[in-house]
C-alpha cells in the first residue's frame, strides 16, 4: 500500500493540454504525472459531453473533491483543488496532490477487494460518525452502513463510522460519546482512513496506526491481501 507522499521528497509538476482552444494547467507532486494526465484527459472527456464548455469556475467532481477551473490573466485555466489547510467550502489552491492521491489510494483497495466495480466514493463535504477519542487510538476500525440523511440536517451523511477496534460491539447508547467530523478533516488527523472509504456498504477495515490490518467483506471475510495480488502480478 503506497503511503502519503512525503513531504521532504514532493516536487510540483505541471502538465498542461489545449482543451477546446483553451490551455488547461495541473500543478500537483511530480510522482503524480500519470494521474495528472489523466485528469487532464478526463477533463476533456467530460468537456466534450458537457453543455457549458470549459472556462472560468467551471467544475468537476473527482473522487472525493470538487475540481474548478480558475482563469489566470493570461488565460490559462489552472484546475484548482479545495483548499483542505483552510476552508475547503469556501477557497480553492492550485495543486491537486491530495485529490489524486486520494484517488490512487481508493482505487488500489478496491483493486485488492475487487471492488472497483461497486466503488461509492463520499465527497469531502460529507460526514463520518466518530466514537470520541477513537482516532487517537493506534488501533481502529471503520464501517460502513447505508447512510441515513433522514433527519433533515443540512449535513450529508456518508454511512461511515469509526470506532477503537477493541470497542464492545453494541457500543454506547448516549449521543454524547459520538461526535461528526467531515471526511476531508481526514487529511489531517488520520489520512489513510481515506484509502478505504470507496468500499460498498458493510464492509469493515481496521488500521494498526496507518496500516491496514484487515478489511471484511459484507460476508465477514478477510479480502484484505496485498501480498498475495503482488505474488500474482
Not at 460502513?144 to 447508547?173: F, K
Amino acid at each position: 500500500m503506497s503511503n502519503t507522499p512525503d513531504s521532504e521528497e514532493f516536487e510540483t509538476g505541471t502538465f498542461q493540454r489545449v482543451i477546446q482552444g483553451k490551455t488547461v494547467l495541473v500543478q500537483c507532486d511530480k510522482r503524480l504525472e500519470p494521474q495528472a494526465e489523466w485528469l487532464l484527459k478526463s477533463i476533456e472527456d467530460v468537456s466534450e459531453e458537457s453543455e457549458s464548455p470549459i472556462g472560468d469556475r467551471w467544475t468537476l467532481e473527482l473522487g472525493f473533491s470538487v475540481l474548478v477551473l480558475i482563469a489566470r490573466e493570461d488565460g490559462v485555466l489552472v484546475v484548482c483543488e479545495p483548499d483542505y489547510d483552510e476552508d475547503p467550502m469556501e477557497s480553492a489552491v492550485e495543486d491537486v496532490s491530495r485529490s489524486l492521491w486520494v484517488v490512487v489510494m481508493q482505487n488500489e483497495v478496491c483493486e485488492v477487494t475487487e471492488t472497483s466495480a461497486y466503488m461509492s466514493i463520499p465527497r469531502f463535504d460529507e460526514t463520518i460518525v466518530i466514537r470520541k477519542g477513537a482516532l487517537e487510538e493506534e488501533r481502529i476500525f471503520v464501517q460502513r452502513d447505508e447512510p441515513d440523511n433522514s433527519n433533515g440536517s443540512d449535513l450529508h451523511d456518508s454511512g461511515w463510522y469509526i470506532g477503537g477496534a477493541d470497542d464492545d460491539e453494541e457500543g454506547s447508547e448516549n449521543p454524547e460519546d459520538y461526535e461528526a467530523c467531515y471526511v476531508y478533516e481526514l487529511l489531517e488527523s488520520r489520512p489513510m482512513v481515506l484509502s478505504v472509504l470507496a468500499l460498498p456498504a458493510n464492509y469493515v477495515a481496521v488500521f494498526d496506526g496507518e496500516d491496514i490490518e484487515a478489511i471484511y467483506n459484507d460476508e465477514d471475510e478477510n479480502v484484505w491481501n496485498p501480498s498475495d495480488d503482488e505474488e500474482n502480478k
